[in-house]
């Protein structure tokens, strides 16, 4: 997967020859508030169990990009946090960072799989109806599973360092004459034993169209799975999706 997936980033200027190169250069700021409700389970490699989760708001920031510069692409880097707090009482021993959990404790857990994102990406389309984005996506992992005995300070803690390269593609069409906008963004990586993809989608309205400023506030869906099979000694099956409401700000 990584041979094809590097392949295709070498390709990728020579398929886009005919792309949509911007006017000018812009600067986009992103805010966006997650209510993520996760599912799933995580352990040592080839023992998972599933936590009960919270719910809890998560945060995401970023900076895009976008130049006139032919061939070479746009760029976005952004954070998501994605932390979840959790509890279980195990019905099997559990093992986490070589540390053994016997059947009955009771444990309070959490998962952090907050990252990066470097998104590399090119306009195919960019006009009055219809927009078009494709590239890849660098994830940088940069979180850790922890687990402890709800009765004692007996804790086991697991750290998440890697970086995913992923295929990426975004959209959206414009209700013209309204401010409205109906986008999509999806990215995703089957490398191996690791399987994990991101969408989001929603509605997105300009309430502000100037020379010098443009401002949109978004409101959609976000969903996130990360199924990891011995990443750093960690394995995961975790699926984490809710609601979102965002503001971006173009300059």
Same mark, same amino acid.
């Given at each position: 997967m990584m041979k094809k997936l590097g392949s295709a980033l070498c390709a990728l200027p020579l398929l886009m020859s005919g792309y949509v190169q911007a006017d000018?250069?812009?600067?986009?700021?992103?805010?966006?508030?997650w209510q993520s409700k996760a599912d799933g389970?995580?352990?040592?490699?080839?023992?998972?169990h599933p936590f009960d989760y919270k719910n809890k708001n998560q945060l995401a920031y970023g900076v895009t990009l976008e130049h006139p510069l032919p061939f070479i692409p746009n760029a976005r880097l952004g954070y998501q946090s994605l932390k979840h707090t959790a509890s279980t009482e195990l019905d099997?021993?559990?093992?986490?960072?070589?540390?053994?959990?016997?059947?009955?404790?009771?444990?309070?857990?959490?998962?952090d799989l907050?990252?990066?994102?470097?998104?590399?990406?090119y306009e195919v389309l960019d006009n009055n109806l219809v927009e078009l984005d494709v590239g890849i996506q660098f994830k940088r992992l940069d979180g850790a599973a922890e687990v402890a005995l709800a009765t004692?300070?007996?804790?086991?803690?697991?750290?998440?360092?890697?970086?995913?390269?992923? *295929?990426?593609?975004?959209? =959206?069409?414009?209700i013209i004459g309204t401010g409205l906008q /109906? @986008? %999509?963004? +999806?990215?995703?990586l089957t490398q191996g034993r690791h399987d994990v993809r991101a969408f989001r989608g929603?509605?997105?309205y300009n309430m502000m169209d100037t020379i010098a400023l443009d401002a949109a506030v978004r409101l959609g869906y976000q969903s996130m799975q990360?199924? *990891?099979?011995?990443?750093? =000694?960690?394995?995961?099956?975790?699926?984490?999706?809710? /609601? @979102? %409401?965002? +503001?971006?700000?173009?300059?």
């Open positions: 000018f250069f812009s600067v986009a700021l992103h805010l966006d508030s389970s995580f352990g040592q490699t080839g023992v998972m099997q021993t559990f093992a986490l960072a070589g540390q053994q959990f016997s059947v009955g404790s009771v444990l309070d857990a959490t998962l907050s990252h990066w994102d470097l998104v590399l990406y004692s300070q007996s804790a086991s803690r697991q750290t998440l360092d890697d970086t995913l390269p992923m *295929l990426y593609a975004a959209g =959206g069409v414009n /109906v @986008f %999509a963004e +999806l990215s995703g929603g509605l997105s990360f199924t *990891l099979d011995n990443m750093d =000694g960690l394995s995961t099956d975790v699926d984490a999706k809710g /609601v @979102f %409401a965002g +503001l971006e700000l173009r300059f």
